[in-house]
């Protein structure tokens, strides 16, 4: 990683509030036109530790700097970040034009400037057209770009994003993201980004902080946090999975503690295997693999896909397939699966 | 059947009881303003017919003019005054969590809650320790503790509903401490405050019980001298002068919810 190309960096970053650890020591670079996400359940201390980028909340402990420059003293109107909050914070006293030109008054910025860089960046967002309305006036969807083209006129060195997709529908939701997603990326904008919503991570992020009661429980790409996850919590809380407890033999032969054999590359000791339901496959797809009798506990309906609660022995699986109509396998069948080896990953098993 | 006839019963004493309600409100005030206007020399409701001689006689009467001109002035610096102290006080209790904080917004509301007259006695007996006695200062002191109540319940619920995102996005857009506040938070206070204020100038203008305490000389309030006027005399230029109190009380309010804009003031 090149100094310089790091536009954010966290170094030890703790808070503590009343002895309780909302965050307990974070650090982490985000490097120039890097979109990061902290991912993690309510609680895990993910918005404590952007609000203290945004500089609304001192730390207790550690550094943050920004471009190099030690941030962590100064107040929030003195870092150059944007930000948008949940629920879009927008002034709902001032028009879409006002609430853009906010910040560039603020600045100092001339008229015939203000008005140049309210025009561009109201184009970018496509609401030229509504700038003389007022915020409440607007949909929920036209509040976020609006916030966003309010973060984005003072042209910050880092874009903070505060779960600012919670409050729309699931539909606009996935529209918006990809907006905002080619939005970001074409101001090769240094974003930290902050939700819930592991699908929301996966496909915006190009780096994934998994944050659990206030620690880090891994920093990866998203294919690196799905597919190899460091922690039973990651591979828990990112995609759905089963987790199978044993041992691993020398020959790094997994045995679970109810008897189900599989094939890892692991180091020999008590492991946690994590299999996703992808990988479950039916035994014809996968011939040359040893087949499974599994009981179907219960079966649902996706759609694309069929999503079946599997009992081996004392092992419960998931299973994602597709069946012919009306073969459809229910609660009570024995069906025969493989297991495809190349998605079964070993996860450090923390004691 | 019965079960029609039953709901009509209800509905019928429903609206009865309604129109009892806003006549026991309104109609004090209607009759003090129709009496007012009568041509005669008695308080007669209905009046004979229409005249404006007492409102007249009013306007020449030095001594309720000086009193309507106290009052305006005295209600005027008591919500100016509570309104400051109020405003700092309502922002350290909303904002900040300190030691004793129930305490100071129990105490700063306290004044609601000890009848006006035990406050007079001893306000008039505090003064008197302090050499503020018989002094516009201690008038409007006493007007301030009065008012103050109104002003921090008022404001207390609309800082509640206040969203300090908005404060912080506007931070983040660069904006000094200073410059939220002209350009955020007052602004969106706004109509609070001037309910606050309303609430105050009404309060302070209206008020007999503490007035009566603090009143002295020439400086006697509008209340006061309506009250004293009516044990004495029984003509109707108390009506004409109780009627400009009702005047300036619904002009206050009005020209606030004007003011605020689109909100409702109260």
């Not at chain 1, 620690?215 to 990651?234: C, K, M, N, T």
């Not at chain 2, 001689?53 to 209600?75: H, Q, T, V």
């Not at chain 2, 606050?196 to 603090?214: D, E, R, Y």
């Amino acid at each position: 990683m090149q100094a310089q190309n790091v536009v954010v960096s966290f170094k030890n970053i703790q808070k503590t509030y009343g002895g309780v650890k909302a965050v307990a020591a974070i650090s982490l670079d985000i490097r120039k036109g890097e979109l990061v996400c902290l991912l993690g359940p309510s609680g895990c201390g993910k918005t404590t530790t952007l609000r203290m980028l945004a500089g609304f909340i001192d730390p207790t402990g550690g550094d943050i700097s920004i471009e190099g420059q030690d941030v962590t003293k100064l107040p929030a109107y003195r870092r150059d970040i944007g930000i948008v909050f949940q629920n879009y914070a927008l002034f709902p006293h001032m028009t879409v034009a006002k609430n853009v030109e906010y910040g560039l008054v603020n600045i100092g910025m001339r008229k015939a400037e203000r008005r140049e860089r309210i025009q561009d960046i109201l184009r970018r967002v496509e609401l030229q057209h509504l700038s003389d309305r007022y915020p409440r006036a607007l949909s929920g969807g036209q509040q976020q770009r609006v916030a966003l083209a309010r973060a984005l006129a003072l042209q910050p060195k880092v874009l903070l994003l505060d779960e600012p997709f919670s409050n729309l529908d699931a539909q606009l939701r996935v529209r918006l993201r990809e907006d905002l997603h080619g939005l970001i990326k074409s101001l090769n904008m240094t974003t930290l980004f902050v939700t819930h919503d592991q699908e929301e991570a996966l496909t915006l992020a190009d780096r994934i902080v998994v944050m659990n009661q206030g620690l880090v429980e891994q920093i990866g790409s998203p294919e690196e946090v799905y597919d190899a996850p460091a922690s039973r919590f990651v591979a828990q809380f990112i995609g759905t999975c089963a987790l199978l407890e044993g041992n691993i033999d020398g020959s790094g032969l997994f045995t679970s503690n109810g008897g189900l054999r599989l094939p890892t590359k692991a180091n020999p000791g008590p492991a946690t295997v994590v299999v996703r339901p992808e990988f479950v496959r039916r035994a014809d797809e996968l011939a040359t693999l040893q087949a499974h009798h599994a009981r179907v506990e219960a079966s649902d309906y996706h759609g694309h896909v069929s999503r079946l609660q599997l009992s081996i022995g004392y092992d419960q699986l998931l299973m994602d397939a597709r069946f012919p109509v009306g073969m459809k396998p229910q609660r009570g069948d024995t069906i025969k699966i493989a297991i495809d080896p190349g998605g079964v990953r070993v996860v450090p098993n923390q004691v | 059947m019965s079960v029609d006839l039953h709901d009509r019963l209800l509905s019928v004493i429903g609206a009865l009881v309604r129109w009892l309600v806003y006549a026991m409100l309104l109609l004090p005030a209607i009759i003090v303003v129709a009496t007012s206007l009568t041509p005669g020399t008695t308080l007669t409701f209905p009046p004979p017919g229409i005249s404006l001689r007492w409102y007249i006689a009013a306007w020449e009467s030095s001594l309720f003019m000086n009193a309507l001109g106290l009052s305006l002035k005295l209600a005027a610096l008591a919500t100016v005054c509570s309104l400051v102290i109020g405003l700092a006080a309502t922002f350290a209790l909303d904002r900040h969590a300190f030691r004793g904080r129930d305490l100071i917004q129990s105490f700063l509301l306290s004044p609601l809650l000890i009848p006006t007259v035990v406050l007079g006695l001893g306000l008039i007996q505090f003064f008197v320790w302090i050499g503020l006695n018989q002094t516009f200062a201690g008038l409007l002191l006493g007007h301030i503790v009065i008012t103050l109540p109104y002003v921090v319940r008022t404001l207390t619920a609309s800082m509640v509903l206040f969203d300090r995102n908005l404060e912080q996005a506007a931070m983040s857009l660069r904006a000094t401490p200073t410059t939220v506040i002209r350009t955020i938070t007052i602004p969106l206070l706004l109509p609070g405050i001037i309910s606050a204020m309303v609430f105050a100038f009404v309060t302070s203008f209206g008020n007999v019980t503490l007035s009566i305490f603090l009143s002295y000389e020439d400086k006697i309030t509008l209340p006061v001298h309506v009250l004293t006027y009516v044990e004495q005399n029984y003509d109707p230029l108390v009506a004409a002068v109780s009627s400009i109190v009702i005047f300036v009380t619904v002009l206050t309010i009005f020209l606030a919810d004007r003011l605020s804009g689109s909100k409702p003031v109260i």
